[in-house]
């Protein structure tokens, strides 16, 4: 996979995904890298929060789109784009039947959403970086 140095400049990083599903561990790989230079308990929650995103995506959607990393002042954004026209019900998430994925998702983000643009959606959440 290509370096993209647009994490570390405050622009997004892209991964494109789609229906050749990425393993994991390369997922990840591609997200340390981005955040490379960032602190590493900071860099572990990303990793988690990514891991389930990107699971989710794959596991509810037929094509999840891409991965997009963005660093900004005081916050890093991860962002799951699909094609899906509906948009997910956000069920409540403090007693979840399959896992706790999104449990862990909204306890480690200082926020989390789903938002609907140009006839798809974007599943996103928001970590603090540290200075």
Known sequence: MARDQAAT?????DL???RQRPSLATVRRW???ELTGED??????VLLVVNELVSNAYRYT???S???VVVAQGRIRVEITHDARARPPLRKISRP???YGLVLVARLSDRWGVDRVHGGTVVWADLPREP
């Not at 590493?40 to 929650?45: G, H, L, P």
């Open 31 to 33: 997200v340390r890298i």
């Open 40 to 45: 590493a308990d900071c860099v572990s929650d």
């Open 9 to 13: 400049t405050g622009e997004a990083a």
């Open 62 to 64: 037929s094509e999840p």
């Open 16 to 18: 494109p995904l789609g």
């Open 97 to 99: 039947q399959r896992g």
């Open 66 to 68: 891409f991965l997009r």
